[in-house]
């Protein structure tokens, strides 16, 4: 199914100003690129494009809320700077098993003051030399890259609490 499809059946007879949440997930995008989103969808917080083709994130609308980028799984190898000026209140960005290869693809996300979280798994550029020290210094407003802080510290899963007693560790997930 194309993206387009797609969007339209996820909004399910609602205005694109009334969604909050998007999942495009396995759709297919043409010549690797986001269509059919949007600046209508002003209240967008969380949108998920994971193995939809992308190569480019170039022609991602305005959308000033969105706070989480799922775009794992695809092919997009740099052009981030868009982000910044797109997605100016992004906290929580999903790379990984994409094309990056280098820090500087990277680089441009520092412009993006309120990114705490930032995932690369499957990306060549978690092969290089003291890849976690030197994203964590040209991005210093991170908290977690690939789910761990500074300290190798695991992120706290954003639907769980934070404090979890032991003996009652599997009675939270009821009803998820």
């Known amino acids: 199914m194309d993206m387009k499809k797609r969007i339209h059946l996820e909004l399910r007879n609602r205005t694109p100003s009334d969604v909050k949440e998007l999942v495009l997930d396995n759709c297919r995008s043409n010549d690797g690129k986001i269509e059919g ?10 949108l998920s494009t994971i193995n939809v083709g992308l190569t480019t994130v170039a022609h991602l609308p305005k959308l000033n809320k969105l706070k989480k980028l799922e775009l794992s799984d695809n092919r997009i190898s740099g052009g981030l700077e868009v982000l910044a000026a797109k997605c100016p209140k992004l906290t ?15 680089e441009p996300l520092k412009e993006l003051a309120t990114l705490k979280s930032l995932d690369l798994f499957n990306c060549e550029v978690t092969n290089l030399n003291e890849y976690r020290d030197n994203v964590f210094n040209l991005l210093p407003q991170l908290t977690y890259l690939d789910g761990y802080d500074k300290d190798d510290k695991e992120a706290p899963d954003s639907d769980a609490e934070v404090y979890v007693d ?9 009803g998820e």
């Open 37 to 46: 989103l949007t600046d209508e969808f002003e209240e967008l917080e969380f």
């Open 92 to 106: 929580h960005l999903n790379l990984s098993g994409n094309k990056i290869k280098d820090l500087s693809t990277i």
């Open 166 to 174: 032991d003996e009652d560790d599997d009675e939270d997930d009821e």
